[in-house]
């Protein structure tokens, strides 16, 4: 009888010991970064993981609040109020605009820490903290654009409890900003080894476009007008990118063209982009990006930008008329035709993050910052003339010639507008030429707050400001 | 360095040994089933102790002072019956044997009886479903003249002609009969929950109701059945048990009711209670057990009770026990009932006609604010010719079928016990093409293999189908409540080349609900195998050992196919090209193995009674699951999603995989003395692998007590008070209910697209979080339990205070950390609460009996606490799960409240809108109420909680009676002081031409001056209520419910006898047939399924009533 207590008792002891170890959890579907990274090529592909949450585009900010938009429809949510320049600082598109960078330097800040031990050759390992460097850059640059004075995490967080950084001076984040596409422009590779992959000449477009930036409002530091004068026009002498000869061309493919640097792709049959979504004005839709009359009386006779770009009184094959114009860039007029409703919609276009055309703004801009604009005209004039419909009628979009260095650069400023957009850059644009008040002169009695100095930055989500004690940037009221 | 399964294997082979060593112990002691004593003086419980050794009968005592009776007997192999008859003799005690169990109680005072002849009286005892019942005690009052029903519940007595019968059983209202000198008798014996003798099933073991310390509610199996059209468990305990919220959220048959024992206490771990049926837990069960399998179910809900539990009590424990054979002659019983459901109630939408007068309206007053001139859409003549249009709700919804079978056969012998069962139910819904079905089976075996080893198995096999309508939604997505609501009348089903009409007044929202009600499939295959064996040993006197391995295992495909005839179906390929059908297919596999190891030791010393179990348990669980990912694009419909290889677009395969252990030690003292006093301690240990490495193992204690007061000596002598008694307890139990893997740092796959293909990329999809451990829940219980008149009378009240600490909470961090949010032990949440059941069975008259039962639950979540956020400050407000911004979590308030304006009327003019801070608007807009009277209306300060969704209290109200052969019972259930956020209304009041309106919107709408109830017609009519949460969605959902009524008749055994059965009932009931409510959707029960926020109107299917009448017959 007591042999069997002690059995009992025997057992007991030997389960104990043991069962703290058999409740450690070895998952199959996820695994730890020391699992993972034990495969060589697992360095590779967590630099291509930060790719997903490209491009950086919240429709809402980046886009909707600017003059070339009329009101958008009263379905979708939130957008009213923030057309009406009254944003809050819950509503979604601060959180998309915040969170979705930051994502995006956890994750190259993650493998920026495990690359410099891995068992790659060094070149290979150079591109691939190249990669992930350019990503991060390009990250804190949307973030700085829109918020100003950020966060500037460099290393992935030890623990739950040490992720709470101050913000950090904007032109400081700029610097970091600079430290990475200048390392990325050094070390990537001449040509990516797949399209939506970044190389040697994104990171010197998108140079380009930083030092631009930087130049312009709010930081003002001219000298790097050179500086962007240089990077832009290095990427259009390189030889390796050509406009298309017809502003059609640029849009509606689901691969890079000649003009392409670095784009967002979809694959066809399975993704769709989402300004379809923002643009299409058909029954069904709660379109947000919508041509409004000043933007769309802007135009210059004879603009292939307008007269393929902006589509109004659509007449479908039921001989029924939208309402509204509305955005080809980013619309298949076919799907239309057929009825397709959003759920059906699947328009795998992809979406410009940066392209030649751009370059030549930017040249024509700062070449016209520093010298003025006589040797500027031919950049700009190069957009203009690829905007004509008849390439040999020269009253269309004609030349810009005999204009004063403050008129030029109110022209290339229109020109970007005519150019660029909904391409995500339109609210950035007017941050750097600090133009709000184009919103304000145009729709004035309609805005719920009148456009103030606090449009300079957009609100920061009030789940950072609360949860990581930093200063909320200047309420719109 | 062993690997768990071979640790597991090794510890099974101990186990098996250690039983093998007890087995052939026991072998040889073997005795002869016949009894032997021999007494010279001894306590009748050391007596009944030897009895209970010989014979395995259990046995207890009415009254503390029978134990002590002595007892001087020499009996040689004798019968269990001759052996009882002479020890009682003479001692003014009378026995009865109720299961296996002996209960010795004091004779009843003799009243005087003359006695003329002997008469033979013969009879039969049924449930008041009309099955036999064996076993009961059938006695001559005033006489030890008794006898106790065979297995078909017959009975012989002799006796005088005009005897009164006194027919007892345990679980069963003792009832008196006068003989009034018939020969044939017929009982009807009525549940009863109210007997002290009662057995209550509680954690690991069961303990006679008056030694009860815990609070349990238990439910006997004619309250399970009680209603019809009932898939699942939780939807049978509505209303039936004081402190259980079951909400029929869902009209859909088969689908999980949302069920909550004592409110909430967890914002985003699982509310859900364990279910733990045949002792076996169980993770989650809804439609998976047949009712008609279940013998009663105990609601465990103080830490007293559910601490045994340990980390999976705290959201409360359902107890199951299924029925089980007994000794006698193989009893046969069927039962079924047919019926029809029809949709509860129909919304009053406009009509054609009404619905092109609203689109010229809409146009007028467009034409008027835009400065246009636009002609209006219809003319007179047109609207005269529209009639009322196209009743979408009339095309969607049907009357609907239902029918359920049930067979069981039972029985056995001294040694061998069965209970098997088939059931069958198959429910269609009242949505087209949607509906239930169900093949059960269950076999319950128990079988002694020696005098002291029973082995016992429990099988129970269920097969279901389950189709599901596309019900949810208040947007679109082809919600067929919502779209077969808001879908204009004035638009036809079908265009003119025969497709499915398309809806374009929305977004999201274009499926043609006819369409999709027609030919959506999205069907579920379910097979779960619950298996339970056990081998029970009695090893030394009161030392027993009970060790059981049990699986439960479930197989799910799931298909799914939007055929190319309705939009959803419809999609482009890569150039493009328009292409029909969407199909997937996906299997989920689930298995859970569980040993359980429990001693009991139970022991009198005198007046002290002592029971103690101490236990060792291992569960282990895993699942995996594989999706075929959508193939779109097939040459026919025909396919559905059968060859989903020949799809234009492939589909991506996906898998996944999960498992999780739990290591458990439990351990309960009962002590009790002289049945006055009691005491529990429960405590278990329990060790997850789903907590942080230095959190998997925590401690739940919980301490009880009770005191009989009925029993002292100062009431002894009075009549009124049958039963008082107070209890107490206090402790903590835990909440495991979150996902596996969520401690540990991961790098998680993603698709990338590069080259306009698909790929993989890979990120850090989550930090460490080494110090996350169990949410703990403690509580404290008060309770007060009263009879009255013999316990004709019973009130059982309970107060508890439950705190919640250390909630799972997904912490909100900095998005700069470039995470979202993280699970932590942060917050507390209180639920407070006062439980009030009263039952009782007056006394009428011979022939009328009437069992009356009300209970009555008020609880009160309130959040206290939610973290601290980066200055220190404690967190007020917080967004947590679905319910996002509308619904956020704010200190001090109950879970997840709505949270917005408040809409004051309308405006009068355009600058009353401006004054208030609304220039956008114009008279007969909204008017939002600007909270601070200053600036603009804004979401950032004028926006306050506008809802308190969870009820004053809710009850249950249950009756019934018998007249002779006629029986009538209904049951009421209700809710008091409760909103419903009526998510319809973001739609069915906007007055904009686009959508239709109810009614109520329609005809208050605001017609040109003053103020009214609901806006202007205009294309911008609701726009402002839409999207933004406020006062309008929010509606009183109180409601008082006739859940069912019934009435059956029994048919007399006379003609029964000639038929050959033992018993036939036919019954008609009716079910959900009047709800008196203000709420204007469809069912004041109703919630979203996929949310936390209990009272979220968003798009569910809607409730139904039926009409059932069936039929149960014992041969």
């Known amino acids: 009888m007591k042999s069997r207590y002690i059995l009992c008792a025997l057992l007991t002891a030997c389960l104990l010991q043991s069962c703290e170890k058999s409740l450690q959890e070895t998952p199959k579907t996820v695994i730890s970064p020391d699992e993972f990274f034990k495969n060589p090529s697992s360095y590779e592909s967590a630099v291509t993981g930060i790719y997903a949450d490209f491009p950086l585009y919240v429709v809402y900010t980046h886009e909707m609040i600017t003059d070339l938009y009329a009101t958008p429809s009263a379905s979708a949510e939130q957008a009213l109020p923030i057309y009406n320049n009254q944003p809050t600082a819950d509503y979604y598109n601060a959180g998309g605009a915040w969170n979705t960078p930051y994502a995006v330097i956890k994750n190259a800040n993650f493998i920026l820490e495990y690359l410099p031990n891995a068992p790659l050759d060094d070149s290979k390992k150079a591109q691939l903290i190249a990669e992930a460097s350019f990503l991060r850059g390009y990250a804190f640059f949307n973030l700085v654009q829109l918020f100003g004075d950020v966060p500037l995490p460099l290393k992935i967080p030890q623990d739950y409890n040490s992720l709470r950084l101050p913000r950090t001076g904007q032109a400081q984040v700029y610097e970091q900003v600079l430290k990475d596409l200048l390392y990325a422009e050094q070390n990537l590779p001449d040509k990516a080894a797949q399209q939506g992959r970044v190389d040697k000449s994104v990171a010197t477009a998108v140079l380009a476009r930083v030092y631009l930036t930087m130049a312009g409002n709010p930081l003002k530091q001219t000298q790097y007008y050179k500086d962007a004068l240089q990077k832009a026009t290095a990427v259009i002498n390189s030889g390796k990118y050509k406009l298309m000869d017809d502003y059609a061309q640029v849009f509606h493919n689901t691969k890079y063209t000649s003009e392409s640097i670095w784009e967002k792709l979809y694959e066809p049959g399975r993704g769709s982009n989402f300004l379809n979504g923002s643009s299409n004005t058909s029954p069904g839709y709660n379109p947000t990006l919508v041509p409004s009359n000043n933007f769309m009386a802007s135009f210059s006779k004879g603009d292939r930008r307008f007269s393929w770009g902006v589509i109004s009184n659509y007449v479908k094959p039921d001989k029924k008329v939208l309402d509204r114009p509305f955005f080809q860039k980013f619309v298949d007029t076919t799907s239309i035709n057929r009825g397709d409703l959003p759920s059906q919609a699947s328009i795998p276009y992809s979406v410009p993050i940066i392209r030649l055309a751009e370059m030549y703004l930017i040249a024509a801009e700062s070449e016209n910052a520093i010298n003025g604009p006589a040797n500027a005209y031919s950049y700009i004039n190069t957009i203009r003339k690829r905007a004509r419909i008849d390439k040999n009628d020269p009253t269309q979009v004609p030349d810009l010639s005999g204009l004063s260095k403050e008129q030029f650069q109110q022209a290339v400023w229109r020109e970007f507008d005519w150019e660029l957009h909904e391409e995500g850059q339109s609210w950035t644009i007017m941050k750097r030429t600090n133009t709000f008040d184009r919103i304000q002169k145009q729709r004035g009695a309609s805005l719920n707050v009148p456009v103030g100095p606090y449009n300079q930055t957009w609100l920061i989500p009030t789940t950072e400001v609360t949860n990581n004690n930093i200063p909320q940037n200047p309420l719109y009221k | ?1115």
């Not at chain 2, 139910?425 to 005098?451: A, C, K, P, V, Y």
């Open chain 2, 1 to 1115: 360095m062993y690997r768990p399964a071979i640790r597991l294997l090794l510890y099974m082979k101990l186990t098996v040994m250690l039983c093998i060593a007890v087995v052939l112990q026991t072998f040889a002691s073997v005795k002869a089933q016949k009894i032997t004593v021999n007494a010279q003086h001894e306590t009748l419980k050391k007596v009944m102790k030897s009895i209970q050794k010989q014979q395995g009968y259990h046995f207890f005592f009415r009254g503390a002072q029978i134990a002590n009776i002595p007892i001087t007997a020499r009996i040689e192999e004798a019968s269990l019956q001759q052996a009882m008859d002479m020890i009682v003799a003479g001692k003014n005690l009378q026995w009865t044997l109720v299961d296996k169990m002996i209960v010795i109680r004091e004779a009843e005072k003799t009243i005087p009886v003359y006695t003329y002849v002997q008469h033979e009286i013969t009879g039969v005892v049924q449930d008041n479903n009309g099955k036999p019942i064996a076993g009961v005690t059938v006695q001559i009052k005033g006489t030890n003249n008794r006898t106790q029903t065979d297995a078909s519940g017959r009975f012989k007595l002799s006796g005088a002609a005009q005897a009164i019968l006194q027919i007892s059983s345990v679980g069963y209202m003792t009832q008196e009969l006068s003989t009034n000198g018939k020969n044939t008798i017929q009982v009807v014996l009525q549940n009863s929950n109210m007997d002290i003798g009662e057995v209550v099933v509680i954690g690991y073991g069961a303990v006679k109701k008056s030694d009860l310390t815990g609070s349990v509610s238990s439910i006997g199996s004619s309250q399970i059945t009680q209603v019809n059209t009932v898939s699942n468990v939780a939807q049978a305990l509505q209303g039936q048990a004081a402190g259980v919220r079951v909400n029929q959220a869902s009209g859909q048959p088969g689908e999980a009711m949302k069920i909550q024992i004592r409110g909430v206490n967890s914002l985003s771990a699982s509310n859900d209670p364990l279910y733990v049926v045949d002792g076996m837990p169980l993770d989650g069960l809804s439609a998976q057990l047949n009712p008609e399998d279940i013998e009663n179910i105990s609601v465990l809900k103080d830490a007293s009770s559910t601490a045994i539990y340990g980390s999976r009590g705290a959201n409360g424990v359902i107890m199951i026990t299924t029925k089980k054979g007994k000794s006698g002659k193989t009893q046969i019983g069927y039962s079924n009932y047919f019926g029809v459901q029809n949709l509860r109630k129909r919304i009053d939408v406009l009509n054609a006609q009404d619905f092109a007068n609203l689109q010229n309206e809409v146009t007028q007053n467009n034409n008027i604010s835009k400065n246009e001139n636009k002609p209006l859409p219809w003319t007179d003549e047109q609207i005269r010719n529209l009639g009322k249009g196209t009743d979408w709700q009339d095309l969607v919804y049907r009357s609907a079928m239902v029918q359920n079978h049930d067979l069981n056969l039972s029985g056995g012998n001294d040694a061998t016990k069965y209970y098997t069962s088939f059931g069958y139910l198959n429910q269609d819904g009242t949505i087209r093409n949607s509906g239930f079905q169900r093949l059960s089976f269950r076999g319950n075996i128990e079988h002694r293999l020696w005098d002291r080893v029973t082995f016992s198995t429990s099988m129970s096999l269920q097969n279901s189908k389950y189709n599901r309508a596309q019900y949810e939604s208040a947007d679109g997505g082809g919600g067929i409540p919502w779209s077969s609501m808001v879908l204009p009348p004035t638009m036809q089903v079908y265009d003119q080349n025969g497709n499915y009409t398309k809806f374009t007044g929305v977004s999201w929202g274009e499926t043609n609900p006819v369409g999709l009600s027609e030919n959506w499939n999205n069907t579920s295959n379910n097979l779960r195998i619950i298996g339970n064996a056990s081998l029970a040993m009695d090893i030394t006197d009161g030392l027993k050992l009970k060790s059981s391995i049990g699986i439960d295992q479930g197989t799910t495909k799931n298909d799914l196919y939007y055929p190319g005839t309705t939009s959803l179906g419809q999609r482009t390929d890569a150039n493009g090209k328009p292409i029909f059908g969407v199909a997937s297919k996906s299997y989920n596999s689930s298995v859970t193995i569980i040993n359980e190891n429990v001693l009991e030791y139970e022991k009198d010393f005198g007046q002290h009674h002592i029971n103690a179990v101490a236990g060792f348990t291992y569960q282990k669980s895993k699942g995996d699951n594989l999706n075929s990912g959508s193939g779109i694009g097939f040459v026919s419909d025909l396919y559905e999603n059968n060859a989903i290889g020949s799809a234009i677009t492939k589909g991506l395969p996906s898998t996944s995989y999960g498992d999780n252990k739990l290591i458990s030690y439990l351990g309960r003292i009962n002590y009790g003395f002289a049945d006055r006093y009691f005491l529990t301690l429960t405590g278990r240990y329990d060790g997850s692998s789903r907590f942080g490495l230095n959190q998997k193992f925590a401690f739940f204690p919980s301490a009880a007590l009770a005191w009989n007061v009925h029993k002292e000596e100062f009431l002894k002598d009075q009549e009124l008070l049958s039963q008082f008694k107070i209890r107490g307890s206090y402790g903590k139990s835990g909440n495991q209910g979150i996902g596996n893997y969520q401690t540990l740092a991961n790098v998680s796959a993603r698709d990338i697209v590069f080259d306009s293909k698909i790929g993989t990329g890979f990120f850090l999809s989550s930090m460490a979080n080494p110090n996350l451990k169990w949410e703990s829940t403690k509580q404290t219980d008060l309770g007060l339990e009263l009879g009255f008149l013999d316990n004709r009378i019973q009130v059982v009240a309970d107060y508890y205070n439950k705190r919640t600490e250390d909630l799972l909470l997904n912490v909100t961090l900095p998005g700069s950390s470039g995470f979202n949010s993280v699970l932590q032990n942060i917050g507390v949440v209180q639920n407070r609460g006062f439980e009030f059941q009263v039952s009782a069975r007056p006394n009428i008259g011979e022939e009328f009996t009437w069992n009356t039962s009300l209970n009555l639950s008020a609880n009160r979540t309130k959040v206290l606490d939610i973290g601290r956020d980066a200055y220190g400050q404690p967190i007020t407000y917080k967004e947590i799960g679905a319910g996002g911004n509308w619904f956020p979590t704010i200190v001090g308030q109950s879970m997840m409240q709505l949270y917005g304006f408040t809409v004051e009327g309308t405006y009068k003019t355009d600058q009353e809108a401006k004054d208030n801070g609304e220039p956008d608007k114009r008279a007969g807009d909204y008017r939002f109420k600007n909270w601070d009277g200053e600036g603009l209306v804004s979401a950032s300060d004028d926006r306050t909680v506008i809802s308190h969704l969870e009820p004053k209290f809710t009850f249950g109200f249950n009756n019934r009676f018998t007249y002779r052969n006629i029986d009538f019972s209904f049951l009421i259930v209700g809710s008091y002081g409760n909103d419903i956020v009526n998510e319809f209304r973001k739609y069915n009041i906007s007055l904009n031409g686009s959508w239709n309106p109810t009614y109520e919107a329609y005809n208050n709408r605001w017609t040109g001056t003053g103020e009214a109830q609901f806006d202007r017609p205009s294309e911008k009519s609701g726009s402002a209520i839409r999207d933004y949460a406020n006062s309008l969605w929010v509606e009183n959902g109180s409601y008082l419910r006739l859940r069912d009524v019934t009435i059956g008749y029994t048919f007399p055994k006379n003609l029964l006898q000639s038929w050959h059965l033992s018993n036939l009932r036919v019954y008609l009931s009716a079910q959900n047939y009047l709800t008196i409510t203000k709420y204007s959707g469809y069912d004041p029960e109703v919630s979203w399924a996929s949310a936390s926020v209990n009272g979220w109107d968003r798009g569910n299917y809607p409730a139904f009533k039926s009409i059932t009448a069936g039929l149960r017959v014992n041969f």
